[in-house]
């Protein structure tokens, strides 16, 4: 019994040291290597870290699920390329996961990693976007889904170029009208919030194939919105809207609309058209 007992508690101890690592403290005892894209639908990564972003020859650093509570010193931090041991900020073209750790703030050496053009916090501790993040002008594309958010920094609306931007399963309760600023939005993503007004700005928003604005308290989209041709999907799931800007009706993708408040004979036969739970 003694020692079934104290098996138990080395366990615990152990569980708990391995959960609470820093960056410095993990890359003692493990080799953190690079690996070069291929091609994308055979690229498998562990932790479920998703591939659809990903290009022939760019390059893809997974400390996804490592209980990280700190990356201080990522920017120097020794990786295996190949043959060669080289710094991370020294790897181009960079799809760096870190998702599922327990990441509270990034490091002011992060916002100088120029090389990274995708960055995955998901499910870390987040309390907010930081505002030196606007200064990655290489970053398209940022994920930030099950943090701990309240608001989007107003420095994000200003990173114009960046392609894709998900806030899921946050606390958010405003989007700003700043969001028309991002122009080159193709991915949109604030799904699981408590937002109940979107903004007339993000009728600018045109170069959208995916956006999700499920499980909100949205009632209505703005009428000139209907304009944005979306070209895979838009979801409106759970939320308490009774109707869709009729300009949708020539949008090339469909409308998820389970959970609202719409009703298929209200809608004019060519949305009725663009109503589907797929992607197409």
């Not at 040291?17 to 410095?24: D, N, P, S, V, Y």
């Not at 750790?101 to 053009?117: D, K, Q, S, T």
């Amino acid at each position: 019994m003694l020692n079934t007992l104290l098996f138990i508690v080395i366990a615990i101890l152990c569980h708990s040291i391995a959960a609470g690592a820093t960056l410095a403290e993990f890359a003692r005892t493990h080799t953190i290597t690079v690996r070069t894209v291929v091609d994308r639908d055979s690229t498998v990564l562990d932790h479920g870290d998703q591939t659809n972003n990903l290009k022939p020859g760019e390059k893809i650093v997974s400390l996804s699920s490592k209980g990280l509570t700190s990356i201080d010193g990522i920017a120097k931090l020794k990786v295996r390329d190949g043959d060669r041991d080289v710094e991370l900020s020294s790897i181009p073209k960079l799809h760096l996961y870190l998702n599922d750790n327990a990441i509270g703030r990034l490091p002011a050496e992060f916002f100088g990693m120029h090389n990274v053009i995708f960055l995955y916090m998901n499910i870390d501790r987040l309390n907010a976007i930081p505002r030196e993040i606007a200064g990655m002008h290489n970053l398209q594309g940022m994920y930030f889904t099950a943090n701990n958010l309240h608001e989007i920094a107003p420095e994000v609306f200003t990173m114009t170029w960046l392609k894709k931007l998900q806030v899921s399963k946050n606390h958010l309760t405003e989007l700003p009208a700043a969001i028309g600023n991002l122009t080159e939005l193709m991915h949109f993503n604030i799904s699981q919030n408590q937002i109940a007004v979107l903004p007339d700005s993000i009728e600018r928003l045109t170069k959208l194939r995916v956006c999700d604005f499920s499980d909100n308290r949205i009632t209505r989209l703005p009428e000139g919105f209907g304009k944005v041709r979306i070209m895979h999907q838009l979801r409106v799931r759970n939320n308490p809207m009774t109707m869709l800007p009729e300009g949708f009706a020539g949008m090339q993708g469909s409308i998820d609309i389970t959970g609202t408040k719409i009703r298929m004979e209200s809608l004019s036969p060519g949305l009725r058209a663009q109503i589907g739970t797929e992607k197409r």
